[in-house]
């Protein structure tokens, strides 16, 4: 990738992400009042609690915004998940004072055959992969300066044994596809709780996720607003502070939660962590050549590039997830919310 110019104002520093966090609480709090109460005309909100930080400051803003009283949360376990979310979840709910309900979604999944169509295109590649085996999904290759991400399978048998495997196309899709519908079951448990009730529902992205097409399309990604998805991860921890949000949940390390095997967001998806990628995407975002990022987060000019690669390279990947319905010819849309 080309080096591209840079201005003295948009050389990186330590302090780009920096916030006024007083000034941001109040300004979306404000929005969520007014999004909510006068342009959706909805009681209050609904959203899915899994005890991390996104999740958690977004529970925490909507209370402010709405009162701990116009806020549900949801708290949807299922057979991979870590304990420790539900416990959590628990947590910031009863810190904040917030009505919580738990809903077991794994009947639902096991119904709908998401395990077993996994399990079927893990065992493609690891033909002994059993039942009561742990599993994940791990990406290589955005840092590296390869050309291509690639994706492999680590599988952990009952006596503690890990194996691997290099996933082909057709096996990585279909293992996605199936947990995609844990996302999908959440949201429509998440709608079921907003109908009944006339509230809408809180979709949870930070800007890093949100523009990196890190959500599922029709699952996390619905929602009626997303009170964070302009702030990039380092900004939301800083606002958890300022919220008070339990500093247990605050030390926690970002996870998907999706795997039976503990992974982390860069081993699925992200090339570097969160606060790395937060300010390659902040330089990206500004033109900022890749040595001056490098210099900033520790990494080589060269990695940098890769990662810029990377985001632009997901940019174009997931436009798909952003994108409306595709109509023949433009449709008047009478009931538009303005």
């Keep these: 990738m080309a080096s591209v110019s840079i201005s003295e104002s948009a050389k990186i520093s330590a302090d780009v992400l920096s916030l006024d966090t007083a000034a941001a609480i109040e300004r979306i709090s404000d929005t969520i009042r007014e999004q909510v109460c006068r342009k959706l005309r909805r009681r209050g909100v609904v959203l899915g609690v899994s005890g991390g930080i996104d999740s958690s400051v977004c529970l925490a803003l909507c209370a402010k915004a709405l009162g701990a009283d116009g806020v549900l949360a949801l708290l949807m376990p299922e057979t991979d998940s870590d304990p420790e979310s539900l416990r959590l979840g ?40 059993g039942d009561d085996w742990k599993c994940k999904i791990v990406l290589q290759g955005a840092t590296t300066g390869s050309a291509y991400n690639i994706f492999k399978v680590v599988v952990q048998s009952p006596d503690g044994v890990l ?30 709780h907003a109908d009944r009730l006339n509230y809408a529902v809180v979709g949870t992205p930070n800007r890093l996720e949100y523009d990196q097409g890190f959500f599922v399309k029709n699952g996390d990604g619905a929602a009626d607003i997303k009170p964070i998805a302009h702030l990039y991860k380092t ?104």
């Design 90 to 129: 628990k947590l910031v709910a009863d810190h904040f004072g917030v009505k919580y309900v738990v809903e077991d979604i794994a009947p639902m999944l096991r119904g709908a055959g998401c395990y077993h169509r996994r399990d079927g295109f893990i065992r493609r590649v690891i033909p002994a992969f």
């Design 163 to 192: 194996q691997e495997a290099r996933l082909p196309l057709d096996a990585y899709l279909g293992i996605v596809a199936a947990t995609n519908m844990k996302q999908r079951t959440r949201k429509q448990v998440e709608y079921y």
């Design 235 to 338: 900004q939301v921890y800083a606002l958890a502070a300022a919220l008070d949000v339990p500093e247990e949940i605050r030390r926690r390390p970002p996870t998907t939660d999706t795997y039976s095997l503990a992974q982390s967001q860069e081993e699925f998806y992200f090339a570097l962590p969160y606060d790395k990628m937060d300010l390659c995407l902040w330089g990206l975002n500004h033109q900022v050549d890749p040595a001056e990022v490098a210099g900033a987060i520790g990494c080589s000019g060269s990695q940098v590039e890769a990662v810029y690669r990377d985001i632009e390279s997901k940019r174009r990947a997931t436009a798909y997830q952003q994108a409306r319905p595709l109509l023949v010819e433009a449709v008047t849309e009478i009931h538009v919310v303005e």
